[in-house]
Each structure stands twice: as structure tokens, then as C-alpha cells.
């Protein structure tokens, strides 16, 4: 019916179908429909339904490329490549947190699983290189009850989590940002910057909530990165949400001056 367009499906898994996994799944596929709608940076979601074995599931753009992950397995990004994919992923959970329309409401959504292997790069014809955020199957809806099982259990990556999010609290937006504080820290040294003493939850808590991350000079000290960059990384990666950017705006804008800045400087060179 689509003339040999190439898609994606994603099913859910047999072993899920219950009502709360199913509805779990049609709210992913809810979420990234309107959000793909309003961010290139996100991936879209192009239909929903019900196969006759009683698996739902959904259709999406089907991407060519490598996620974050495999993408930096040869070697760590360069800064210049950095600032660019790091925008694009921050715009996509700037459209996230936003929010998105249910039942005539704003309902804003907190990713809960940032982290590389989560964050897609294709080649745009048009665009060059673009990053879009996958995955919103464990986004958590500020619309959700409090007292929900979604909010007090721990879901999430525990080498990405924020210290709030192992502790099952209500999460928003900042925890989205320590973990995306992570994900850049990895991307540019190729180390994560808290390792904990065993892996386990109570050691990956541990380490969060009290271990200081690595320091760029100790992880990389090839890497000559502007200072602004390192304090914005350093910052997302606080231990208390208070202490890191307000927003992803906040992170947009600094990222956008400091790629500006070393433009302004390396035309200073050539001339």
C-alpha cells in the first residue's frame, strides 16, 4: 500500500501481553508519533495496530546508520562532531520534555534511559550527519499518578541512571540531564565517568549518589576541550538536580556558543 516504502515494526514481546505492558507499549507509540512529528531529532512513529496473534505494535521510519554506541567503538568523537550530534540529542529531549497532547492536556515526558546505544546517527541528503533519540518504552509521563508502580519502581540504565531515578523518586526533566551529562562525557573520552565498586544496584546507587565523576584530564588527557565545555558536561553530571542546567535549553544555548566561539577563533587562525 505504500509503494515499497521500507519500515520498521516493533512488536511486543509475547512474554509482555499483559494490560499494563500493552498499554505501556501504546503510549511508546503514542509518544513518538507526536514527537516525531515535531522533531527530526526524535524517531517517528508512522502507525499502530493489533496483529491476530493479539501482539500489538507499531511502525516507525526505517533508519541506516549506527547508534552512539557502535558509533564510537573505533574511537571517541571529535569535538567539532561532538558539538554537533550533542545538540541534536538534547534538542530531541528538549521536544520530550516539552510534552506531548493527551486527552486536550500537556503532558510532559521524561525519557528515563538516555544513553548512546539510545541515540541513532543517519546521513541525512540533505542535512549530513543526524542524530534522533529512540526508545521512549520506559518515558515516564508527568500525567502518571504518584503513587503509580511506574514511578516508585526503578527502570533505566544503571551506568546512565541519576541518583533520584535508582531511588525510585519522581523524576523530571534533570534526570534526563545527568544521564545525558554521562552519555557526552563517554562519547568524547570513550570512559564512563562513575564505575562502581561491583555491579550491582546498591553499588551503581552508591557510586551516583556519592562518588565524584572522572575528571577529562584524567580520563583523556589527549583531549584539549574548551573550558565552557567541560564545566557544562561537569554540571549535568551534579549529584543534586538543583546543581546542574535548568534545561535543555539552558545546555542548546551553551552548546551553540561554544561552537561559535571556536568558529570565531579558527577563522582568526586562517586569517
Known amino acids: 500500500l505504500l509503494g515499497g516504502v521500507t519500515v520498521a515494526v516493533k512488536f511486543l514481546s509475547q512474554t509482555l501481553l499483559n494490560s499494563q505492558m500493552k498499554q505501556r507499549f501504546a503510549d511508546e507509540a503514542r509518544t513518538g508519533a507526536q514527537l516525531g512529528q515535531r522533531s527530526i531529532h526524535i524517531v517517528r512513529v508512522l502507525d499502530y495496530g493489533v496483529h491476530r496473534n493479539e501482539s500489538p505494535f507499531y511502525v516507525m521510519e526505517y533508519m541506516e546508520g549506527k547508534n552512539l554506541s557502535d558509533l564510537i567503538l573505533p574511537a571517541p568523537l571529535s569535538v567539532e562532531r561532538f558539538l554537533r550530534l550533542a545538540r ?18 500537556i503532558c510532559k515526558i521524561v525519557h528515563r534511559d538516555v544513553k548512546p546505544s539510545n541515540v541513532f ?9 543526524v542524530a534522533k533519540v529512540l526508545d521512549f518504552g520506559i518515558a ?17 540504565t544503571l551506568a546512565y541512571c541519576s541518583p533520584e531515578q535508582i531511588e525510585g523518586k519522581d523524576l523530571d526533566a534533570q534526570s534526563d540531564i545527568y544521564s545525558l551529562g554521562i552519555t557526552m562525557f563517554e562519547v568524547l573520552t570513550g570512559k564512563m565517568p562513575i564505575e562502581p565498586e561491583a555491579h550491582t ?19 583523556a588527557p589527549w583531549l584539549k576541550l574548551p573550558s565552557a565545555l567541560e564545566e557544562l558536561i561537569m554540571g549535568c553530571m551534579a549529584k543534586t538536580p538543583d546543581a546542574r542546567p535548568s534545561s535543555t535549553d539552558e545546555i542548546i544555548a551553551l552548546l551553540d556558543d561554544i561552537k561559535q566561539e ?9 586569517t
Not at 534538542?91 to 486527552?103: N, R, S, T, V, W
Not at 515516564?140 to 533505566?156: A, E, H, I, N, W
Not at 544496584?201 to 580520563?219: C, E, G, N, Q, V
Open 88 to 105: 541534536h540529542m538534547s534538542l530531541g529531549l528538549q521536544c520530550a520534555h516539552e510534552g506531548i497532547k493527551i486527552d486536550g492536556k
Open 121 to 129: 546517527v543517519i546521513t541525512d541528503p540533505g542535512l549530513g550527519e
Open 140 to 156: 515516564k509521563l508527568f500525567r502518571d499518578q504518584v503513587d503509580s508502580s511506574q514511578t516508585r519502581s526503578f527502570m533505566g
Open 201 to 219: 544496584l546498591l553499588s551503581w546507587y552508591k557510586a551516583h549518589r556519592d562518588k565524584p565523576p572522572k575528571r577529562f584530564i584524567d580520563a
Open 262 to 270: 571556536r568558529s570565531s577563533n579558527n577563522n582568526k587562525k586562517t
